[in-house]
């Protein structure tokens, strides 16, 4: 009897106590464009794999790879709105928001990925992850994809070729001017729809890395690939300012060292995917790469290089001079 009483004034006072519940953990939404076997969507699954590990209780991070969540047209809307909280778009899709990153447009302005990477680890190149802010965004970094090539229905190999054919482009003045140049018609699109376009016929080309025509499989419906190598497809990594600063400083410092370390993942995974996926491009014969001669490559140089000059006031020529300068190995 004595015993019933001790349990039942046990389980009263139990039930009397306060409860201390673990805080629900912050969910990060990380919302891309790409499959999960290119740069990004790797960096992305290392940042969450990083933070399961490191901060798992604290943080979760939930990916949404292949435009699933957004498009690249909508997601900077929604991340201001906090129903995203990261994304990494392509240096292309930012007109909206700042001039500046025009820059990584510029017909043949890199020769290389180390040269991009000098300039983009430059204090100049740090400071346009800055550029944004007044807007509501900040960039936490770059992330590398690779050169551009010129998938078409037709081959090409010189700026003629490309005459009257239709190129979807992606949200950029630049890239609009960069097919102008060549009596070429740009067509704005977002990157989920390019593989139907395609296929349908509906334009005859496009610009995009081995990686990108690989994994969306591009060079299925695309009978040529041009090894421009004329321009740049690499992302900044941002959140919004209100949910970065809003964050714990010792998580936001935790977050950051994980994304760091993720994006030297990608990079790396870029540099090696820049190589295979043309491989297994070429192994497929699906598509017939053409490698263009000096000569040849010169005349795209010539006609689309003065693109650089049109859109110097909204850029800065400082800025230019300081991207091209990165060419020349420190
Ligand atoms: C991306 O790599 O995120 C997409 C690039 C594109 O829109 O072509």
Redesign the pocket.
Known sequence: MRIITAGVALAALMFAMPVAKAADPIVLKFS???AEN?P?GQMANKFKDLVAERLGGKVVVEVFPNAQLYG?NKVLEAMLLGDVHMAA??LSKFKKYTKSLQLFDLPFLFKNIEAVDRFQQSEAGQQLLLSMKKKGIIGLGYLH?GLKQLSASSPLRVPADAHGMKFRI?TSDVLAAQFEAVDALPVKK??SE?FTLLQTRAIDGQE??WS?IYSKKFFEVQPYITHTDHGL?D?MVITSTEFWTDLPEDTRKELKAALDEAVAFGNKVALAKAESDKKLIMDSRRSEIIELSDDERAKWVEVMKPVWKKFESQIGKDLIDSAAASNAAS
């Open positions: 891309h464009v790409v290119t990004k690249d778009p392509a994809n992606m977002p990157f390019v995009n890395t990108n497809i992302y």
